[in-house]
């Protein structure tokens, strides 16, 4: 555990009008990857609309490793369908995060940072990293890459984990 920085816990919300793979609708899954760590959400047969609801949590031993969030369709007797993909960039987050000593008297609800989308991230709105409860929170819509059309709703949380090095560290640069 002493390598790793915190764990950044992913709830994976919904799908979006995802792209249909099957002859009417698609089953999707998110399978979200950093190196060759993979987690995968469950399945939701028959829906173009998804609401998942699933936490995942992956070890962050290095902020610069890209977090790939990929949907897929899952098929019985075939290969699962690729339906889209998109990057979730952490690093506003992360900054934001660094700072959090100094926000326990914010009013809860508080938007620390607004980000808007453009050609360097996945955003399909605004985002805002949130001071709610004690906790600092981003939710971001994410445009699905290489496919033609769907999104994808998340919401990002660090926590720091007993035995991790922490974000403290003078270090940790991105």
């Known amino acids: 555990m002493e390598d790793i920085l915190g764990l950044l816990r992913i709830k994976v919300l919904r799908g979006i009008n995802l792209a249909v793979r099957d002859t009417l609708s698609s089953d999707p899954y998110v399978a979200v990857t950093m190196d060759n760590f993979r987690l995968k959400s469950r399945v939701v047969k028959s829906n173009c609309n998804p609401e998942w609801n699933d936490e995942l949590t992956l070890a962050i031993k290095d902020l610069n490793v890209p977090i790939l969030l990929t949907v897929y369709d899952k098929d019985t007797f075939s290969e699962d369908d690729q339906m889209g993909n998109a990057e979730i960039d952490i690093k506003p987050y992360i900054a934001a995060l660094k700072m959090r000593k100094g926000f326990q008297n914010l009013p809860m609800g508080h938007a620390l940072k607004k980000l808007q989308p453009n050609q360097t991230n996945c955003l399909a709105e605004e985002s805002s990293i949130v001071w709610n409860n004690g906790k600092i929170t981003q939710e971001m819509r994410l445009k699905l ?24 560290s003078d270090e940790i640069q991105f």
Do not use: P
């Open 145 to 168: 890459r290489d496919v033609e059309c769907g999104e994808v709703v998340i919401q990002i949380e660090w926590i720091d984990g007993h035995g991790c090095k922490g974000l403290e």
